[in-house]
Structures are given as structure tokens and as C-alpha cells.
């Protein structure tokens, strides 16, 4: 079995470890999802551009 210390060891860096796995989540996530937001068309209704230069 595993001595107390080395338990309390591990707890102590549990939080570490949490927020190191989220961080590499976030970001893997992010490049995977920033190329295909890049391919969309960016249709956000009116703009203030469209206001002043209004398309034909």
C-alpha cells in the first residue's frame, strides 16, 4: 500500500494536474476548431460598414 505521505503528495498536486489537463483541452480544442470557424462566410446581419457603404 501506499504510505500516507506520498498520498498526501498526490493530493497536494491534484489541483496542478487538473488545470494542466484542462489548459491542454482548451487549447487542442481551439486549434482544432479555429480553422474551420476561418472557412465560414461571416454573415453577422448589418454592420455599421454596411450602413455607411451600403452594397448594391
Not at 40 to 55: A, H, I, M, T, V
Amino acid at each position: 500500500m501506499a504510505s500516507a505521505a506520498r498520498i498526501a503528495g498526490l493530493v497536494r498536486r491534484m489541483p496542478v494536474l487538473i488545470l494542466a489537463v484542462i489548459v491542454l483541452t482548451v487549447g487542442v480544442a481551439g486549434a482544432f476548431h479555429a480553422p474551420a470557424m476561418a472557412q465560414e462566410q461571416q454573415n453577422r446581419g448589418w454592420s455599421l460598414r454596411d450602413l455607411l457603404f451600403p452594397r448594391r
